[in-house]
């Protein structure tokens, strides 16, 4: 059959490779496909069926022989994996997943050459070459290749342990555990391992972790189940020394403990929880001796929380610990210190919301503002009648603020206004009293005792003293008081001024300042 020219371009290579085909012209192999491609593109392209532009004609022709490479590569590592030549299909999958841009044929070249070594791997067990089974058994990285490790491991333990070899079958032991911690033997694993923990290396602490990891991964296991009972006694000692712990102070350390334990089924649950509620009590007294309300508190609710059947026990220490707060409160409030007393009675709500302590110390504390603020207005109006001289009047006010404020401000404005009544009254005679009760007489005995030793030297007749003079000084309610002694050789003259408005008494020379001293 002679090709007419004259066909439609997009015709012909469909013609040619049905007539090569049935005709035996080249095999049915996609090299021999595609070099037949390649010659029918080149004729379309003499012929005008395309442009002729060097750079479209390139790129299509490395396309073409670029995937019939790819395709030809991929099936020779396919057909080496059918024919069970393992190492060759290997070889071939190798070289396509490094060159191959075929996403899903990559895929699938990755997992017929991991099948490829699992195959391999199975092929070394059956001729017990271990070595090279878990080589293989690495290089296929797969679930499946992952459980013929584990069999693997386990039988070179199992064989290890019999024959004596205790290090080399704990090394195959770990192997299972760190590479494939999943995997169905882990508990018959764990179980030998705590075993061999307790029994020959006398290692308690790995035997528990062990136990641990059981318990955690497998709990109602058959394993664990058997174990459990072996680590009973360890529990007992582990919370022996957590108590230990919490009675020299280390209380976070012995929580620890006791919080592990309460994890697992092997110590007694309740003991745990009354111990955990224990040292959260006593950290609370602790902060209880410091003032420190608020942090116990919190822990009373841990302790709570650990022991629920403490509830009535901490309830009534929590009632108590409100009542710390409410007698601070009360100090501040002694102190007239309301910010603080409010925040004190306030703090005792959060131990004990709507604490009816709490409510009646906030109502005194109120009352007692109430009353301040009602004595500060008496003392205000108090002050304008003792400035226009209505001492009575203002007296009354200021006794009235006294009651319900007993401020030292308002007890000295008394003072004065009494003091000031009296010298309205009799100056001279208030002044003269002032001088006579200066503490206690104290300025008549040290005048008397000035005469007693003058008459040693001097007789009677030879000592003339002019008693007491009251004179009038500089200044409203300010008076000057005089007592002159007189004797052949030496005169004394004492001189005070004395404030009637609040009873003071000032020297006004030497003599009389040393004679009050």
């Known amino acids: 059959m002679i090709l007419d020219s004259n066909l439609p371009v997009k015709t012909m290579p469909t013609i040619c490779k049905t007539i090569a085909f049935r005709r035996g012209a080249f095999p049915q192999h996609p090299i021999f496909l595609t070099l037949a491609l390649l010659i029918l593109l080149a004729t379309a392209v003499r012929r005008g069926a395309f442009p002729q532009r060097p750079s479209f004609l390139t790129l299509a022709l490395l396309i073409l022989l670029a995937t019939a490479c790819e395709m030809n590569q991929y099936r020779r590592g396919e057909e080496m994996y059918r024919q069970r030549s393992f190492a060759a299909a290997i070889e071939e999958f190798d070289a396509y997943i490094e060159t191959g841009n075929n996403g899903a044929l990559r895929t699938r070249a990755e997992l017929l050459r991991s099948a490829s070594y699992r195959e391999l791997a199975l092929m070394a067990i059956?001729?017990?070459?271990?070595?090279?089974?878990?080589?293989?058994?690495?290089?296929?990285n797969s679930e499946s290749a992952d459980t013929l490790l584990a069999n693997v491991y386990k039988l070179l333990a199992d064989n290890s342990?019999?024959?004596?070899?205790?290090?080399?079958?704990?090394?195959y032991m770990n192997l299972v555990l760190e590479e494939i911690p999943r995997s169905r033997h882990t508990p018959a694993i764990l179980f030998r391992r705590i075993n061999l923990a307790m029994t020959i290396l006398g290692d308690w602490n790995a035997a528990w972790l062990d136990y641990k990891k059981l318990y955690d991964l497998y709990p109602g296991n058959e394993y664990e189940v058997q174990a459990k009972p072996w680590l009973v006694s360890y529990s007992n000692n582990r919370i022996e020394y957590a108590k230990t712990l919490a009675e020299t102070g280390f209380f976070r350390d012995a929580l620890t403990i006791?919080?592990?334990?309460?994890?697992?089924?092997?110590?007694d649950k309740d003991k745990v929880h009354r111990l955990i509620s224990d040292i959260y009590q006593t950290q609370a007294e602790i902060a209880i001796a410091e003032e420190n309300y608020l942090e116990a508190d919190r822990y009373f609710r841990l302790a709570v929380s650990a022991y629920p059947e403490n509830t009535l026990i901490i309830d009534t220490r929590l009632s108590q610990i409100a009542g710390l707060f409410i007698a601070k409160g009360n100090e501040y409030l002694a102190?007239?210190?309301?910010?603080?007393?409010?925040?004190?009675?306030?703090?005792?709500?959060?131990?004990?919301?709507?604490?009816?302590?709490?409510?009646?110390?906030?109502?005194?504390?109120?009352?007692?503002?109430?009353?301040?603020?009602?004595?500060?207005?008496?003392?205000?109006?108090?002050?304008?009648?003792?400035?226009?001289?209505?001492?009575?009047?203002?007296?009354?006010?200021?006794?009235e603020a006294i009651q319900l404020h007993n401020k030292a401000e308002y007890r000295q404005k008394v003072a004065e206004i009494q003091n000031l009544m009296e010298a309205e009254r009799n100056p001279t005679a208030f002044?003269?009293?002032?001088?006579?009760?200066?503490?206690?007489?104290?300025?008549?005995?040290?005048?008397?005792?000035v005469k007693r030793n003058l008459l040693v030297m001097y007789k009677p007749n030879e000592i003339r003293d002019s008693g007491w003079k009251i004179m009038l000084s500089t200044g409203q309610y300010k008076y000057e008081a005089r007592y002159d002694i007189l004797t052949p050789r030496e005169t004394y003259f004492y001189l005070w001024q004395i404030n009637l408005r609040d009873r003071s008494i000032v020297p006004l020379n030497k003599i009389s300042e040393a004679l009050m001293q």
């Open 258 to 267: 006791l919080f592990e334990m309460a994890r697992y089924p092997v110590a």
């Open 126 to 140: 059956q001729r017990q070459s271990w070595q090279l089974a878990i080589r293989f058994g690495k290089l296929a």
């Open 431 to 449: 002044a003269q009293r002032i001088v006579n009760d200066y503490r206690n007489g104290l300025l008549n005995t040290r005048i008397n005792n």
């Open 161 to 171: 342990l019999e024959a004596g070899k205790l290090s080399e079958g704990q090394f």
């Open 335 to 399: 102190l007239y210190d309301f910010t603080n007393a409010r925040i004190h009675y306030h703090k005792a709500f959060d131990i004990i919301p709507d604490f009816p302590a709490a409510k009646d110390a906030i109502s005194r504390m109120e009352t007692v503002q109430a009353n301040i603020q009602q004595a500060e207005n008496l003392a205000v109006q108090a002050n304008k009648l003792d400035v226009q001289k209505k001492y009575a009047e203002a007296l009354l006010l200021y006794r």
